[in-house]
């Protein structure tokens, strides 16, 4: 019966097929939280570059937690996500504030920092403290819906119910570290999610899907919505050399980040501009996509430009100008960063 062999499958795998060599494979919770949270809805390859960006430059969660949190989305910027970033920082806050600069052990007491979950939670707690607990994360789902024939869309409770139990019977009673890892490693480089290996996964002979023919439609995707568009005009306002950003409400989708004012027409836009006085409007340049989980953002970037003793400028809301050069070291939403840098040479 496979889940009666499935913790020693798995771990004697992880020793010779699984990854050994990742950055943050090291006995120092600060490094393992970091790459956890990074990790949620980020593949490896992307974070490799950030994470050793960002320890770079905040080394210990005491200098994360002292920085500026302008400064720790500045070195995010570009991850996506960056509800992840604002989380992080209280994180490092809290764990310094209550906890004397040393990471909760427990997997409960873990998930009462902002932006960690259960799964989080546990994989921070095998990982960093050899805990024994149970993780579920998008690769372990793909996993254990494929080997045990799970059915259903993995988001709805009593599904991610039925997966849990399964996950925590299935816990090894030793080497926490190597099964953790092996979960993550078996969904990532055989388990994939488009073309599985199945020839060379431990685990072939007694899984459900390989057997039924049924990799193609385990997990269960999610049920289809139609994606909805939104579209916005971003003003690309500059004077001499520098661009007029304005801070982003905390919430909400690029809280707390420097962006373009944002108009509802290229017409509100272009009104505004003139209203300051003196000003030269471009031509719009070609539409810019960008895709969040729920929906689309079609964004018309309109460049326009002060001319000289045009620059007391004040729109509700804030904000101010910056040097191009330093608005791109800034923490901007991915788009406007891209666009920052098509107009730096123009300005």
Known sequence: MLENAFAERLVAWQRDH??????????????????????QQ???????????????RFPSVETLAEAPVDDVLAAWSGLG????????????KRV????GGAFPQARSELETLPGIGRSTAAAIAAFAFGEREAILDGNVKRVLTRAFGIAGFPGEKAVEKKLWALAER??????????????MDLGATV??????ACIVCPMVDGCVAAREGRTGELPTPRPKKTVPTRDTVMLMLTWQDKVW??????????????SLPEFAGSGAAEDWACSL??????????????????????????????????ANLVRDGGGDWWPLAEALDAGLPAPVKRLLGRLAPRA
């Open 18 to 39: 699984g990854r050994h060599d990742l950055p943050w494979q090291v006995d120092d919770p600060y490094r393992v939280w970091l790459s956890e949270i990074m990790l």
């Open 42 to 56: 980020t593949q490896v390859a992307t974070v490799l570059d950030y994470y050793a960006r960002f320890l770079a």
């Open 81 to 92: 996500y960056y509800s992840r970033a604002r989380n992080l920082h209280k994180a490092a």
């Open 96 to 99: 310094m504030d209550v906890y």
């Open 170 to 183: 299935l816990l090894p009673e030793t080497g926490i570290q190597a099964y953790t890892q092996g979960q």
């Open 191 to 196: 388990c994939t999610r488009g073309r599985p």
């Open 245 to 258: 950003l304005e801070r982003r409400p905390p919430s909400g989708i690029w809280g707390g980040l420097l």
């Open 277 to 310: 006085g003196n000003v030269d409007v471009d031509i719009a340049w070609p539409e810019l996509e960008h895709v969040f989980t729920h929906y689309r953002l079609i964004i018309t970037p309109l460049p326009a430009r002060l001319r000289e003793g045009s």
